[in-house]
Every structure is written in C-alpha cells, then in structure tokens.
C-alpha cells in the first residue's frame, strides 16, 4: 500500500510503516491522529511505545485499553526493528485479534524492516505495509510548490523546476531526503521577503553537489588534477564529507578494474553492463575512461585506495591532506 490510500480507507487495526521518506511519514501520522483523536482527549488516546526492549505484554495492553470519549485510541511503536524477532509470533496473533477501536502503527524509520520476515509477510498479506519511497519528479515540485505557498512565500513554475534540480533530491547517486531539503528551502525563505528568486537559491545553494560530484570524478578519471582539486574544494563547501568523496572515487575506479577484467574475458558490452550493474549512459562514460588507464595501473591504484582507507582508519591522520596526496598520487 502506499501512503496516499491512507486517505481514502477506514484506518482501524495494525500497520507497518516503512520507506526512506520520514517527512511524509510525520505528515501521515500527524493526520491519522488529529483525524482519530480529539485534542482534548488525545493523553488518553494516543501511546507511544519505545521498542527498543519490546515486551509483549505492555503492547498487549496498550491495544486492549479502549479508547477514552473518542472512537479510537492509536498505539505508535518506534525503534522495534532489533527487538521485534524475538516476539513477532505473539505479536501476529495479537494483531490478529485486534479490536476495530484500536490503531498500532509500526514506524519504521530506518527502513530496516527484512521483507523476508513473518511481521513483514504478515503486513504485506492483510495489505497494511505502508510505504512512504522518494517522491517522483513531478510529485517533488509539487511538494516544493506547496511548502513554500503554505510559508507564505510565492515562487514560479520555472523556479520550483530550477529549486528542484539544485537540490539534487532525484539524483540517483545521492541519499537526499525531504527533510534534508526542507531545510535549504528554509534557509532560503529566511531570506525571501514575498518571492523566492533564482538568485536566493544560488545563494543558498552553492553548488549542484551531484554536479560537482560529476565534474569531480570525470576531472579524477581525465588525469587533469587541477580541476579536480577544483571541484573537490567545491565539494568541501557545499560540506560534503570526506568519506562519502572517497566512497565515489573508490566505486569509480573498481567499476573501472572490473570493466577492463571483464572486456578481456570476452564480455559483450550489454552483459558487462548488467555485471557492473549500471546503466547505459554510466557505462558509455566508463568506457571512454578506460581507454586511458592500462590495466596494472588500475590494480595500482586501487592498492593505493585500499592503503588510505586502511591508514585512516587505523591512525589519527590529517585526512584532508592525506586524501588530496591521494589523488595526486592516483594520476601520476
């Protein structure tokens, strides 16, 4: 089930919620509970359960309390997901049996739920496995349409579209989420006075970080260090870890490793591209930058790669100066 038909049912009995858009799982819940509970009412009505030492017998008594002066009463259990497989058996037959007054929400923020699980299987059965994903790309500018609106603040069409690139949110290589972004867009009405322009978004937004990340990488796999110390800097501004750099330069080149071992084992283009698992536009980029690197230099500078992570995690190192050392050492 996705979170919109959340809207159109009768909520009544066990849920599962789950997905990496915790924003939108906030908004749902804050729903559910002024549309379940009157605010008078609502210490009576509404429990929160910490999971982390889930015993079945306080949540059996949560649910079972009727509700008070309120036709539901909802029952809300966080941080469960390590403690849940030693008691999910008794939790599926409570749930169950569960009265129509009562609501238990299962929140799942880490989204690290096993789909492979009786409490998984046992939501996904009864159709009560709700999932809040990334949004697509227009349902993002329509939510950037609306929070700023809801501000107070106006903006155009073309500009939300503008907003919505700089935030990288629907980039394929970077973890952004809503809140992250709700965020920026704050910044930026912090200082709007009625209408946000293109100018307060540069000026919050310094840079396209999946563009430097590009810029960054294509300037590393093309030997032209300046550049690339160019765009790691800009890096550094928009404070993109160190770690997460690496993270990309060391996928970089054992995609490039792999390639190359795979093209001499006499692999068509289209199944090195499944083995590696990206997609055709990566893979035409990979393949132009293979050409520059002699195969005994990409094991070298893998080794090299190995060697600074080992070192950074064994000794207290300047890991700034180290990783640009790094990099130079990687295109000479």
């Known amino acids: ?23 939108m799982m906030d908004r749902v819940l804050k729903d559910i509970i002024e549309s379940q509970t009157s ?10 359960i910490d999971g982390k030492n889930l015993e079945i017998g306080t949540l059996i008594s949560a649910v079972e309390t009727l509700p008070v002066f309120d036709l539901k009463k909802i029952v809300i259990v966080k941080n469960f997901v390590d403690s849940i497989k030693n008691v999910q058996d008794e939790i599926i ?21 096993l789909k492979t699980t009786k409490f998984y299987k ?12 990334k949004l697509k790309e227009n349902e993002f500018r329509k939510f950037l349409g609306d929070y700023i609106s809801e501000r107070g603040f106006k903006i155009s069409p073309s500009d939300i579209s503008y907003l919505a690139q700089k935030s990288s949110y629907n980039s394929r290589n970077l973890s952004i989420v809503l809140y992250d972004v709700k965020n920026e867009v ?31 990488l294509e300037a590393l796999t093309n030997k032209n260090i300046s550049t690339a110390l160019l765009e790691l800097n800009n890096l550094y501004q928009v404070g993109e870890p160190i770690q997460k750099i690496f993270y990309m330069v060391s996928r970089q080149f054992r995609l490039l490793l792999s390639y190359k071992n795979l093209k001499e084992q ?30 005994e230099k990409l094991k070298e500078i893998y080794g090299l790669l190995l ?13 700034r100066a180290m990783f640009e050392s790094l990099l130079v050492k990687m295109v000479i």
Do not use: C, W
């Open 266 to 295: 006499g692999y068509p283009d289209n199944k090195i591209m499944e083995q590696l698992g990206i997609k055709q536009y990566e893979f035409s980029k990979l393949r132009v930058s293979a050409t520059r690197y002699e195969k």
């Open 122 to 133: 046992y939501f996904s059965k009864t159709k009560k496995n709700v999932e809040f994903p």
């Open 307 to 319: 060697e600074y992570d080992h070192t950074i995690k064994t000794r207290t190192v300047d890991e």
């Open 1 to 23: 089930m996705v979170y919109q038909e959340l809207y159109n049912t009768d909520i009544s009995g066990a849920y599962l919620f789950y997905g990496s858009e915790q924003l």
């Open 39 to 48: 605010e008078n009412f609502r210490n009576f009505n509404l429990q929160y």
């Open 93 to 113: 037959e409570m749930m169950q049996d569960m009265s129509e007054t009562s609501i238990l929400i299962f929140l799942d923020y880490e989204n690290e739920v």
């Open 186 to 216: 704050d910044k930026i009405l912090a200082i709007a006075k009625d209408v946000v322009s293109r100018d307060m978004i540069d000026e919050v937004y310094i840079s396209n970080i999946d563009t430097n990340i590009f810029n960054f």
